[in-house]
């Protein structure tokens, strides 16, 4: 079977290369990392990582030209994309971090910094298990409670109905949203080991199957 044509996002966030690195060792061959509109127009699938500041992230991706680029790409041809840590909260309406900053309003929600017990440090940093709350592709071969690597400070508040897996960190903190052909996750799949692969390799079996 053809294997999926593949375009990570490359909008200067610094950890393109480890998720070409993750997705290249599961023997993916078509795959790139561009910023090219006629890249991402050929694109089956799309990446979106992201690391440090949601502002930043933001205004990095808007001088590349590739909010609208991006939103031709995943809004009106439907391509599935997935997006990473600072990439899936890019998905948002808007972010509070360092002000309060617009997203790409994919699915409507509000990234806000964490609020947590006494004794959570922020940011949340290590090894957490997601609860899976429906039934959704990415996680069939990882089971119900999958372990994944976080790494933030802010987290992503949005209408239960778009999110598929949350974990528990003092408060309950969304791990991965869907909404049709668009998903994010907050954890690092490419630092995640054998999950994070067996992760990437459920997105893109299904984005092959279309």
């Known amino acids: 079977m053809t294997q999926p044509r593949i375009v990570i996002v490359d909008y200067d966030v610094g950890n393109t290369r480890s998720v070409w690195n993750a997705i290249s060792a599961l023997g993916y061959r078509k795959l790139r990392i561009s910023s090219a509109e006629q890249d991402i127009a050929a694109a089956d699938a799309l990446v979106l990582p992201g690391v440090g500041a949601f502002d930043a992230c933001a205004a990095n991706l808007r001088q590349h030209g590739l909010d609208a680029i991006l939103n031709e790409a995943v809004l009106v ?48 940093v290590g090894w957490n298990d997601l609860q899976v709350q429906r039934r959704s592709a990415l996680f069939d071969r990882t089971g119900r409670s999958p372990n994944f690597y976080f790494d933030h400070s802010y987290h992503y ?39 994070g692969l067996k992760l990437f390799r459920g997105f893109f079996e299904v984005v092959r199957a279309c």
């Not at 949350?166 to 668009?182: H, K, L, M, P, T």
Request: proline residues 8%.
């Open 77 to 124: 041809k439907r391509k599935p994309i997935l997006g990473i840590c600072v990439g899936m909260q890019l998905m948002a309406t808007s972010s509070d971090e360092n002000g309060l900053h617009a997203g790409l309003d994919w699915i409507p929600g509000r990234v806000v910094k964490l609020d947590l017990p006494s004794g959570y440090p922020i940011p949340h």
């Open 157 to 195: 508040c949005c209408d239960p109905q778009f999110v598929s897996a949350s974990c528990d960190y003092g408060v309950r903190v969304v791990a991965a949203i869907e909404r049709d052909n668009i998903v994010g996750v907050q954890f690092h799949p490419e630092k995640s080991q054998t999950n």
